[in-house]
């Protein structure tokens, strides 16, 4: 055997072997038959494909930890709220492994992706104003639905959005606002963090801030929950309501994932029906009315 695994060609002693034909042979003349692939060929091949497909999905597949921010109504345990429940649909249309579910106050969820305690964290809304870029974490480029930030101010102030975004640039911001820790970098606004819903919305009541911005369902619960009738609320501007994800093959794997199983509930006509037990469109109220 030669080095390509083929046998010696054999050659006539003391002969050369291009004496074998004569120049106008019909054997060199001749255009050799074309050779056709056998079937069973082409079958293997396309086996082997499959093979290696299904290789690459299972070195995509793996256990996901999701870091749920606690939200009252929304999300106050790991079995209890409708973001839970979310979750748990695509984890049910996940095959390939498990979504395992804690939740934590807002910003120690979203720590727990860039410290690598979590695979993904969410609530979080992605803002026009907002870019991911030098952060530790980014966000996903498929959204989940649409989350609503409401504008809270005493009922005697009645702030507009409008009122906010003229004076950004001012040396001195005119107005105190807030919004609940972890949220801050997301508003392109001068804003203080605070822990707690109830606290913004308190300082609000007593005047001591002049604003605080919170996602509808979230503040509207501990709004009606506390009855301050001395708000007023006003929509600020809606926004996709994503997930964050760590930098990095970690977190496109992760988005590869999470990107199928919600496109597979929006096939299946179930992902809307689900976000809306989460955030409906915006509603025109007062508690005062």
């Known amino acids: 055997m030669n ?5 010696p060609i054999q050659q006539g002693r003391g002969r050369n072997p291009s004496s074998d034909a004569m120049p106008n042979s019909p054997t060199l003349n001749a255009k050799a038959p074309r050779q ?3 079937v069973s060929a082409i079958v293997s091949a396309l086996a082997q ?6 290789v690459m999905v299972q070195a995509w597949a793996q256990d996901l930890r999701a870091s749920v921010a606690y939200i009252p109504t929304l999300a106050e345990s790991p079995t209890e709220g409708p973001f839970i429940e979310l979750v748990n649909a695509i984890d049910e249309v996940y095959s390939a492994g498990t979504i395992s579910i804690e939740v934590f106050p807002f910003a120690r969820s979203i720590q727990n992706v860039t410290s690598d305690m979590a695979d993904f964290h969410l609530p979080m809304l992605r803002s026009p104003h907002y870019s991911d870029q030098g952060r530790p974490f980014r966000l996903m480029n498929k959204p989940m639905g649409q989350v609503c930030l409401v504008l809270y101010s005493h009922v005697d102030m009645r702030l507009r959005p409008q009122q906010l975004y003229r004076v950004k640039n001012a040396q001195i911001y005119p107005y105190h606002l807030s919004v609940v820790r972890g949220s801050a970098q997301f508003i392109d606004l001068p804003v203080e963090e605070v822990t707690r819903i109830e606290q913004g919305l308190q300082q609000v009541a007593l005047r001591r801030i002049d604003g605080f911005l919170g996602a509808q369902e979230e503040a509207d619960h501990v709004l009606r929950q506390l009855q301050l009738n001395t708000i007023h609320r006003t ?9 964050i994800l760590p930098r990095g093959d970690r977190g496109r794997r992760t988005e590869a994932i999470l990107q199928q199983a919600l496109e597979t509930l929006e096939a299946q006509g179930r992902l809307s029906e689900l976000h809306r037990r989460v955030h409906q469109p915006y509603q025109d109220w007062q508690i005062y009315d």
């Open 3 to 7: 080095s390509c695994g083929l046998p």
């Open 49 to 54: 494909g499959l093979v290696l497909s299904l």
């Open 235 to 243: 929509l600020f501007e809606c926004y996709d309501d994503v997930i």
């Open 36 to 38: 056709h692939q056998p």
